[in-house]
């Protein structure tokens, strides 16, 4: 059995050094719940771009700007120390850490930013980054486009674990690469919410009888510091639910078993069987039994790619 903790809640927006601290202080108080698994939700430090749907597409050009150099501003470079303490703290606990990221690329241009997720594994160590491999229309315009090389199953000690972010988990294909690798926990870090997705996620847990842990966004108005740049246009309303989370853990086969967490913030703590994926795959497994490979055959690149290839001489 694992202890997982889902947890929910807003980010100190478009502030990296304050939300990793909050982080930690989460972390810390899920330590104390006895979790060795704990999730935090898309773009988490320093938060989700929610104004990219607020705003016109190719339009409010000024705005935009101004908007994205503090996302930029506070974005993660995983070549520097910046999730130190987040990897420390994962350590100091033994747990395993995943967190979405806005991470600032800091080999070729150094300004292109990625919506990506992070697994930190409980020696401190990163067991696997993702970069979200199709951003979702206006997402475009903030993020480039990641590839496969993160699209991994790795192994913790909470169980076999692999994360999609937000409407990837639409694309069915990225979704049989993590079943086809033995996915026990699968997690599903976003910013969507509401009947739609979770039916999507308890799909998700039928077709690969794993349990799917989604971790919602969760922000309001008053969470956005007064001072961003159109904020009285954007977010005029201190009490409107910007998005309410809706964190949710569903076993395998589809049955939720906690949540979902609705407009509230605080953290799903449950107990969970990693093991049970593999029963729940007598009947159905569709990379296994289930695949018939004389008829389909997928084929993934995760070789790590690169605009610009350097040779000494």
């Known amino acids: ?22 982080a930690v202080e989460r972390i810390d108080a899920a330590a104390a719940e006895g979790a060795e ?7 988490f430090i320093p938060g989700y771009p929610a104004w990219v749907w607020r705003l016109r597409p190719g339009g409010d050009w000024d ?6 150099q503090r996302l930029l501003d506070n974005a993660v470079d995983l070549s520097s120390d910046d999730l ?46 993702h970069r979200k491999l199709m951003p979702t229309n206006p997402e ?23 994360a999609l972010l937000c409407w990837e988990n639409y694309k069915p294909l990225a979704r049989y690469a993590l079943y086809a690798q033995g996915v026990q ?42 001072d961003l740049p159109g904020h ?30 609705h407009a509230e913030d605080g953290m799903l703590v449950r107990d969970i069987d990693p093991a049970r994926a593999a029963i729940a795959r007598r009947t159905l497994d569709v990379t296994g039994h289930y695949a018939r490979p004389d008829v389909f055959q997928l084929r993934v690149n995760i070789a790590e790619q690169s605009p610009v290839v350097f040779r000494d001489g």
């Open 1 to 22: 059995m694992s202890r997982i903790a889902i947890i929910q809640t807003a980010p100190v927006f478009l502030d990296k050094v304050a939300s990793i601290r909050k």
């Open 37 to 43: 698994l704990m999730i935090f939700t898309e773009a």
């Open 63 to 68: 705005l935009s700007e101004v908007l994205h």
């Open 84 to 129: 130190l303490p987040l990897r420390e703290a994962a350590r100091h606990h033994r747990v395993t850490v995943i967190c979405g990221i806005e991470e600032r690329d800091s080999g070729f241009g150094r300004a292109t930013l990625y919506n990506t997720v992070v697994i930190i594994g409980p020696d401190g160590e990163m067991l696997n980054r």
């Open 140 to 162: 475009r315009m903030v993020w480039g486009f990641g590839d496969a090389s993160g699209l991994r199953v790795v192994e913790t000690p909470a169980g076999r674990i692999g």
């Open 185 to 226: 926990v699968y997690v599903a870090p976003t910013y969507d919410s509401g009947e739609d997705w979770l039916g999507t996620l308890q799909h998700i847990a039928r077709e690969g009888r794993c349990w799917v842990l989604g971790c919602g966004n969760l922000l309001r108005g008053a969470d956005i510091p007064e």
């Open 232 to 261: 009285e246009t954007l977010y005029p309303d201190p009490e409107e639910w910007i998005n309410p989370g809706d964190s949710v853990i569903i076993e395998p086969g589809g049955k939720i078993l906690a949540g979902p967490l």
